[in-house]
Nanobody, 125 residues
Framework: QVQLVESGGGSVQAGGSLRLSCAAS????????MGWFRQAPGKEREGVAV???????RYTDSVKGRFTISKDNAKNTLYLEMNTLKPEDTAMYYC???????????????????WGQGTQVTVSS
């Protein structure tokens, strides 16, 4: 049974930093694509950053240079380091996994089979 559990969300002021974690279990973690997605109230879910099995990464334009996705295969944990946070980064953040080694060609959430429960990030101005 695949389980993804996010943590690390919270409330910060603009310019601050947060580090999200996603603990994974129940599958061949190192062979899967992983991603961070977010959804703000009234908006569609969007891809923030994805990382494939060989640790190639892709980011949505609005977070490039501020966010870093990484993973620790030994700990089965995915991370999202978020710096210089802006109010427009406020959203529920989800980690997700898909049983495919390559994924950076797309930021779409549709191919992802497994999802965590989400962690809220709130950035105040």
């Amino acid at each position: 049974q695949v389980q993804l559990v996010e943590s690390g969300g919270g409330s910060v002021q603009a310019g601050g930093s947060l580090r999200l974690s996603c603990a994974a279990s129940g599958y061949a973690y190192s062979r899967y694509c992983m991603g961070w997605f977010r959804q703000a109230p009234g908006k569609e879910r969007e891809g923030v950053a994805v990382i494939d099995s060989d640790s190639s990464t892709r980011y949505t334009d609005s977070v490039k240079g501020r966010f870093t996705i990484s993973k620790d295969n030994a700990k089965n944990t995915l991370y999202l380091e978020m710096n210089t946070l802006k109010p427009e980064d406020t959203a529920m953040y989800y980690c997700a996994a898909r049983p495919w080694p390559r994924c950076i060609s797309s930021m779409s959430s549709r191919p992802y089979n497994y999802w965590g429960q989400g962690t809220q990030v709130t950035v105040s101005s």
